[in-house]
């Protein structure tokens, strides 16, 4: 059984499972917008899992500072091969590798 939901109700359930902070706003708003990029793409729809979407992304503001991370990833052109990222005003996040 599947609810859809909008980004008010993506937000809330980040909350109600006390991962609030987890991300910055833009980047919960940049997370949602991908993942029904991705439902839209693939026809599949997606469980809302709120704890494995935080074990599976990462977010940074800087290229700095997911260096500090990952020193041997050199460029954003090489991140992105290795991983999905997902851009927004502000930073950005990558999905886990």
Not at 74 to 94: N, R
């Amino acid at each position: 059984m599947y609810q859809r939901v909008n980004f008010s109700d993506f937000r809330q359930a980040f909350h109600n499972h006390d991962r609030g902070n987890q991300f910055s706003y833009e980047a919960l708003q940049a997370l949602f917008n991908h993942l029904e990029e991705v439902e839209g793409e693939t026809g599949e729809e997606m469980e809302l899992d709120v704890i494995a979407l935080c074990c599976e992304h990462s977010e940074y503001k800087t290229f700095e500072e997911f260096r500090h991370d990952y020193p041997a990833v050199d460029t954003m052109e090489a991140l992105k091969e290795l991983s999905t990222v997902v851009e927004f005003d502000g930073g950005f996040l990558i999905h886990a590798f």
